[in-house]
Each structure stands twice: as structure tokens, then as C-alpha cells.
């Protein structure tokens, strides 16, 4: 059996939330982003976060995940040094140790992956986004 390396056509999103596949259409995906230019929670469980202040320190709270979920943590201020926190719940872990990242220079980013409920594993550590356990 011949392997189908054509590429897949997508129309939308169903009211069900799959997405649906049709001939002749093509279409894309769009990531879900979510910008925090103050403290607060991360809504989003896949996707883009954007942590946009130059002179104020946000300090945000990221929930438990579910093995699969995606997430790129971004230091979006335009210049600045102000320490963004990122911190998860009691009993989960960025890698297996440590509960906060911090991003503390513009373009820093953690590229971070759901094992499981208890555990996120880090893809990339752009810059110097620095772990610890708080």
C-alpha cells in the first residue's frame, strides 16, 4: 500500500468542533493566541501566549494540562527587563522539578508540551527563560 503524502484540504471548524475535510477547498488552522499586558490566568490550553509589558511585571498562572496540550510562552515587550513569571499549580511541574519560569528580556520563549495532567515538558528554551521552584 502506497503511502498518501498528498496534502489535506480543510473547509472550517463543525459546530462540534471537528474539523471537516473537503476536495478543492483549501483553508487553514489559526492557533489560538492569548496576549496578558497585565497579571492574570492563561485561558488558552494550545497556542501562542503573549506576555506584552515592558515596565510592568506580569505574573501569570497556568492551569493543569491535559497530555497533548501545546503552548509557546513569549516575552512580546517591545524592549524592558521586567521578570514575567509563569507559575502552575501544586503538584505540576515544567520539568519534573520546577513550578515558575521566568522571562525577563523581549523575544524570550518556552516551548512547552502536555505529557500529562502533572507534567510539562520543555521543547525549546528560547533565550535564557530561567526555572525554578517556588
Known amino acids: 500500500m502506497a503511502l498518501d503524502t498528498s ?5 472550517g471548524v463543525t459546530s462540534s468542533g471537528v474539523i471537516t475535510a473537503s476536495a478543492g477547498v483549501v483553508g487553514s488552522v489559526r492557533e489560538p493566541v492569548q496576549t496578558l499586558t ?3 490566568a492563561i485561558t488558552i490550553t494550545s497556542g501562542t501566549v503573549n506576555l506584552s509589558h515592558a515596565s510592568v511585571i506580569i ?3 497556568l492551569p493543569a494540562p491535559t497530555a497533548g496540550d501545546e503552548l509557546v510562552i513569549f516575552d512580546g515587550s517591545a524592549s ?3 521578570a514575567h513569571t509563569v507559575t502552575v ?4 511541574t515544567f520539568d519534573g522539578t520546577n ?12 516551548h512547552i508540551r502536555a505529557l500529562s495532567a502533572t507534567r510539562w515538558a520543555i521543547v525549546v528554551n528560547t533565550g535564557a527563560v530561567a526555572l525554578s521552584s517556588v
Open 7 to 11: 496534502p489535506t484540504v480543510y473547509t
Open 38 to 40: 497585565a497579571s492574570g
Open 59 to 61: 505574573a501569570a498562572t
Open 89 to 92: 499549580p501544586s503538584g505540576v
Open 99 to 110: 513550578n515558575t519560569a521566568t522571562l525577563n528580556a523581549a523575544g524570550e520563549c518556552l
Open 80 to 82: 524592558g527587563t521586567a
